[in-house]
């Protein structure tokens, strides 16, 4: 690379900024970053999002590890992210390495890049990021100069087509292993020990895998036979839980972005975890068991937030935001004291049986929005065989309320091609859908608008769905060319997802380490930002796929026997595999599985294994 100093590179950058779209992506020095001195810290970390700006500084987990980095005096943590294809081609032809935001330095330079793992299509972004830095792909192939390349998120729960390019993932939640893991880079640098023996010290930290230190052997029909661990190494990798949430560390500075990002406004996390139990999440698995935030802490946490940052919006976060058992008083106290500063609230994630329209009605007082729900599925059989547990006259009563409060836009979410799924159940959704826009009608709104999306089913690790095939790609399209036509109607609207870009989703959701080779390939041959319908290369996949000699069909389209090697046997969510299984048998049979925070023990096993419990604040 021409550039290795951080003031030439900024030079260089900002000389281009006025011919890429979104200049400000590239600038950093926003409102509230933290800019150290990097001859007074011991361990230089990247927090590499491998998407564009907007996107991953609209990521909740980017705030966190990014401020709880930087409050280690010995540490720092700066923001790297996916260049867009304009400024990329800028930067490849001027020589111009992948740089950290606030410093500008060669990403080479910093001891540890970690990148989170969202989405199985971001994957090749991580290679192509590693590339623009000028750091080799595979571990073996770096020296020790290079920075240790580590990642983490959901995606970290099946890390196996990543597992070459990766030192090591953090499986779980890393608010406390973290630290503990750039305290022992920090004694690494300063008194060095070798690769092998300083990796399997890394090894005992709760919640970190490392791939070189684990031999898969595979049988000649290419299942899996064995996972084995080297000696020194755990059999199993056993996630991290932070087991205080409510005193855990939370930034109160977040940074302010000078463009609009996706989500641009404070994010209060309000809850982490669902017992829920719908059998196709895997979030609903991976983050159990539900631990809330008190109130106190939460309104503390707002107070703070809003006079560092000048937002204008609050929102409620969770996988169930409606589920947090404090909602109403939170609610009501946040609105009682900043609505006369135009302050609002948001609610991004409801359930239909959970959903208060009063509640509902008081939030929209400061500022209107529309209304999202997820049925999921067309009729109430399917819906017992995910466990959504929510029903038809949820639906209505839910929708009834809204219209009748001043509402006209309601979103409906659902997924095709999850199993047993039916002709009628295609039906279902679109009659589920017109049920809703005739109420409006009837009811007297006007512009009635009823937006459904379907999104075709991925199967993922660690759910009971992980044995389930992927449905073909063929006949996911006839169901959304079905459903297009059968949902005509001016106050309806269709969107769906992309089948060829959901089939490469399965095969990386439910591959093993050979997909590896396919991915290094495909990138090599051009592919990158994966999750954007414009940029996605799908006869490149296949050719790289084939050039590997892999069958991408085995992976995403293949039922799985309960007594096979899945990929990510060896990675352990807390829940029970004999659980996983009992709940597929339940889908079968359409039977239903309560939520264990108002029933009896459902029987995961995440809170005996961990001596745990559901921790609730209300």
Request: charged share 30%.
């Amino acid at each position: 690379m021409k550039y290795t100093d951080g003031a030439e590179i900024r030079e260089a950058i900002e000389q281009y900024l006025p011919k890429v779209m979104k200049p400000t992506r590239y600038l950093g020095a926003e409102w509230n970053t933290v800019v150290k001195n990097w001859d007074e810290v011991k361990v230089r970390m990247a927090f590499a999002f491998p998407d564009v700006y907007e996107v991953g500084m609209s990521h909740l987990g980017l705030r966190i590890i990014y401020h709880l980095v930087n409050s280690y005096e010995d540490f720092l943590c700066e923001r790297v992210f996916a260049p867009w294809v304009d400024m990329e081609e800028i930067m490849r032809e001027k020589e111009i390495p992948l740089y950290g935001l606030e410093s500008f330095r060669p990403l080479k330079d910093y001891d540890v890049v970690g990148f989170t793992l969202q989405y199985e299509m971001s994957f090749s972004n991580i290679l192509n990021m590693l590339d623009l830095a000028g750091i080799p792909w595979r571990c073996e192939e770096r020296s020790p100069e290079d920075p240790w390349i580590i990642a983490g998120g959901p995606c970290a729960y099946n890390p196996e087509p990543l597992a070459p390019f990766v030192d090591f993932f953090f499986v779980g939640e890393a608010e406390e292993t973290l630290p503990q893991l750039l305290h022992m880079i920090q004694e690494q640098k300063e008194n060095p020990v070798s690769r092998k023996e300083f990796l399997l010290k890394v090894a005992q930290v709760e919640g970190v895998y490392i791939p070189e230190l684990y031999k898969v052997d595979y049988k000649e029909d290419g299942r899996i036979a064995s996972i084995t661990a080297e000696p020194g190494a755990p059999k199993e990798i056993k996630k991290a839980i932070v087991r205080d949430f409510d005193n855990s560390f939370f930034p109160t500075k977040p940074i302010v972005p000078y463009m609009e990002i996706v989500h641009d406004r404070i994010m209060l996390e309000v809850m982490r975890g669902c017992t829920r139990g719908c059998r196709f999440c895997q979030a609903g698995i991976l983050y159990r068991p539900v631990r809330e935030r008190s109130p106190e802490t939460l309104l503390k946490q707002v107070d703070e937030m809003l006079k560092s940052t000048g937002y204008e919006e609050i929102s409620l976060t969770s996988l169930s935001s409606g589920d947090y058992t404090c909602i109403q008083p939170v609610v009501q106290e946040i609105l009682d004291k900043y609505s006369k500063d135009k302050v609002s609230v948001s609610l991004p994630s409801l359930r239909l049986d959970s959903f208060d329209v009063k509640l509902a009605e008081e939030i929209q007082k400061v500022r209107k929005t529309g209304l999202t729900f997820a049925p999921e599925a067309g009729t109430q059989r399917l819906r017992d065989v995910i466990n959504k547990g929510v029903t038809e006259e949820n639906l209505l009563e839910t929708a009834e309320s809204a219209f009748k409060s001043g509402w006209s836009s309601i979103k409906l979410y659902f997924m095709i091609g999850l199993p047993t799924e039916t002709q009628e159940d295609l039906d279902g959704i679109a009659s589920l859908a017109k049920k809703v826009a005739d109420l409006g009608s009837k009811l007297g709104r006007r512009n009635v608008r009823v937006t459904v999306s379907t999104s075709s089913f991925v199967p993922k690790s660690h759910t009971p769905f992980q044995w389930e095939p992927q449905e073909g790609m063929l006949s996911l399209d006839r169901k959304q060319k079905y459903l297009r036509e059968i949902l005509r109607d001016r106050r309806i609207k269709y969107n769906y997802h992309d089948v060829e870009t959901s089939f490469m989703e399965g095969v990386f959701a439910k591959g093993d380490r050979r997909l590896a080779d396919v991915l290094e390939l495909a990138v090599k041959k051009g592919c990158k930002f994966d999750g954007w319908h414009e940029h996605f290369k799908y006869d490149t996949w296949l050719e790289a796929l084939e050039e590997v000699g892999l069958d991408p069909h085995f992976y995403a389209n293949r039922a799985m026997d309960y007594d096979d090697v899945l990929p990510w046997d060896h990675i352990e969510s807390g829940v029970s595999k004999k659980f996983l299984v009992h709940e597929h048998h339940k889908a079968l049979k359409e039977s239903l599985t309560l939520d264990c925070r108002f029933v009896d023990c459902t029987g995961c096993g995440i809170c005996p294994e961990r001596e745990l419990q559901n921790d609730l604040k209300g």
